[in-house]
């Protein structure tokens, strides 16, 4: 079945489960001038200290975009989208660049969101991208010490149809990758005259490289990311007032059996001084999703609980990533980078 239908009665339950769920009062609130920790249940202080510091490590960007931790060598990558570029930080200094072009590679003009998007490691440590520019996924052929501007084509198109502008991925303990295309990279978004997918589509890419889609029924799927026993695929929806946080069971296979909205978002963003919808995310080490979304990283639990929020003041957020232990969170915010040392 090559669209997605299965699950419809547990997508509705889900969704019965957690609609219009209000942003409750925080019961421990941390300040920092850039922003501040609330933590909405006793246990979740457990999670990230209610006193934790936002530093900024990186600034001026265009949109910051889809961090990844290299953890053999000690950096954090990450994509300006609009700069058609990735840069790179090593713990001290200012951010560098680190490769240029990283998602358009067509010398003509183009409008849109050109750059790299969504940023992950393969099993083998090479660099993947989703290049909004050239509408599709990629990896880059050189090797992570020495950047060139050279890719391997993972992900040309579906059924030969263009994708409308790949934004981000997630790899599994096989190699498979899962990815996410909205609309949004396109010049003139969904009614732009080259765009040629009539859907905003879940894709997955097995290790043979075939590409299948998955689901064809979220309006701008966004955010991507695994549980940590890569059961359930979650996803976000940057769909305006509809916005929300979706997961889906898979079976052994990676295929999805059921599932539906995890966590609705529209009275979130009703409320929210910085409306952005669904965005990035990432699973911490209890399984948790720090997610971007309305007013910074919502915290949310695998059963769909709010459990806290890292209010970011002023700059919407548009993803996040883990270290290795998971002890620190990368932000990226509009046009800074951010760093919370969770503990």
Known sequence: MSKFIAGFFFGCVLLLCSCGQHRPEATTVGQDSLGRIELYTAGANKIIDSQARIEIIGRHYLWSEGPVWVQKKQMLLFSDVRANAIFKWN???????????????????????????GLALDRSGHLLMCQSGNRQVARMNASIDSPKPSFTILAPDYNGKKFNSPNDLVVDSRGEIFFTDPIYGLPGGAEDPSRELDFEGVFKISTNGQVRLLIDSIHRPNGIALSTDEKTLYLGSTDGMHSGWYAYQLDSNRNIISGGMLLDASSLMARATIKQGGDGMKIDKYGNLFASGPDGINIISPSGTLLGLI????????????????????????DRVLKINLH
């Open 311 to 334: 209010r970011i003041y002023r700059h919407p957020v548009s993803n996040c990533a883990f270290d290795q232990a998971k002890d620190v969170l990368f932000v990226t915010s509009d």
């Open 91 to 117: 713990m001290h200094d200012t951010p560098v660049v680190y490769l240029t072009p990283s998602g358009y590679t067509d010398p003509r003009p183009r409008n849109g969101e050109n750059g790299s998007n």
